[in-house]
């Protein structure tokens, strides 16, 4: 990755562990946001959430497009959760600033998420730009035109970007796009949504995928190797 100048990072469960369970945290609220707006059961909205992800790329997206669902509503409901959970990264911070070009938050969160969980890895200063949420009108990845809109706001080069991703479906678009593509594997049970032998079922993604160039469970060993 030495022509790299441009570094693109997804933020959930890849600038942190999937197990310190931030994200756990935004689920549960989710459903609770379906119960009360829907008037469901809590089994009910956890089935309505898991579907309307997999169907739209979001849960928001779902409830937006069915159900009319203001999206800064929802956004600020989901995240009202402690974000102690995540804990400062120095050392990932260091490593990242000293990446030779440009560094980059791209997120299907918003900005005041962002902000929270960056001041929590004390990462708050290190980024050159983000895109949230927001900017796709909540269109979220891994739909073409977000990642369009992304490259035209830094002007980014497509042969000199790489993202990371703990999310590998993301990668498809930026690797058709002609970025380097990094499956940061902190969260794996997740992506495949079942239990799984990690080694063999990784190698099998990429094969049949064809679109992850790297694969990493450890972002801060991996950039300190490419850098």
């Known amino acids: 990755m030495k022509n790299t100048s441009n ?3 997804d933020l959930d469960n ?11 945290k935004v689920h549960i609220l989710m459903g609770r946001f379906i119960e009360e707006k829907l008037n469901l059961s809590s089994g009910e909205a956890q089935a309505l959430r898991s579907k309307y992800y997999h169907q739209y790329g979001t849960t928001l ?32 911070k260091n490593t990242i600033q000293e990446l030779k070009g440009k560094k980059y938050i791209f997120t299907n969160a918003n900005y005041g998420h962002v902000e929270k969980v960056l001041e929590k890895l004390k990462m708050e200063n290190i980024f050159d730009g983000c895109f949230d949420i927001s900017e796709s ?81 450890n972002l801060e060993n991996f950039l300190n190797n490419v850098k």
Not at 64 to 84: F, G, S
Request: proline share 3%; net charge negative.
């Open 61 to 92: 997206r779902g409830l937006m497009i069915e159900h009319k669902i203001n999206p800064d509503e929802y956004l600020d409901y989901v995240h009202q959760i402690n974000y102690d959970v995540v804990s400062a990264n120095e050392s990932l």
């Open 7 to 9: 570094w693109v990072f």
């Open 14 to 24: 890849t600038l942190y562990k999937a197990e310190c369970g931030l994200f756990d």
């Open 137 to 217: 009108d909540y269109l979220p990845k891994p739909h073409k035109e977000i990642y369009d809109s992304f490259q035209k706001k830094f002007n980014l080069d497509n042969s000199s970007t790489a993202m990371f991703e703990d999310l590998h479906i993301n990668l498809k678009v930026p690797s058709a796009m002609g970025w380097e593509t990094v499956w940061v594997t902190n969260n794996l049970e997740y992506n495949l949504n079942k239990d799984v032998n990690q080694q063999e079922d990784i190698q099998k993604i990429i094969d049949e995928k064809g679109y992850i160039s790297h694969v990493t469970d």
